[in-house]
């Protein structure tokens, strides 16, 4: 977790993750396309280096460029959030024997997710050592004004709706 921290800049803030075995899902804020690209390569070098050190190994380690989407109505934005922290729910539980009922997945932030239902937040998302920071107004609250919140059993749609 380590390596999204460091991530983390003025102009590229990682807003919420999930990790999975062979690939990872972010919602980030960039304040234009030039910083996107710029957090994604800092945010993708920095992975790699912590995974060629866990396995002990060289080369290359994202295979390819990240895929992004704009997030353009609330209703995309609580997707998204379900879709991000509920992703284990759509793969196997083999490889993630951490997994909890009515918990947050632990390769996620949704124990900084302030809009689960009937569950607060472990630490607040921006708080010292905390590993996402604060979102901004969409991502906070404004999803909150019009749909309910997420349940932690709430399984996400398609990929393609994700």
């Not at 980030?28 to 992975?47: F, I, T, Y």
């Not at 996620?108 to 590993?131: I, N, T």
């Not at 920071?133 to 909150?144: A, D, F, H, I, N």
């Amino acid at each position: 977790m380590d390596c999204i921290r460091a991530a983390q800049r003025r102009d590229f803030r990682i807003i919420h993750y999930s990790i999975q075995a062979d690939h990872l899902h972010l919602i980030v804020e960039a304040d234009d396309r030039k910083a996107l690209a710029n957090g994604m390569k800092g945010c993708s070098g920095r992975v790699a280096l912590v995974l060629d050190a866990l396995w002990r190994r060289r080369g290359k380690v994202i295979r390819e460029r990240f895929r992004d989407r704009v997030l353009k109505t609330l209703d995309e934005v609580r997707n998204a959030l379900k879709c991000v922290l509920n992703n284990h729910l759509e793969h196997s539980v083999q490889w993630n024997p951490c997994s909890r009922p009515n918990e947050p997945d632990v390769f996620s932030s949704g124990r900084y997710f302030d809009g689960w239902l009937g569950r607060a937040p472990d630490r607040a998302a921006g708080a010292e050592g905390a590993v996402v920071v604060e979102g901004g107004w969409e991502l906070r609250q404004g999803w909150k004004r019009h749909y309910r919140a997420i349940g932690l059993a709430e399984v996400p749609g398609s990929l393609a709706s994700c």
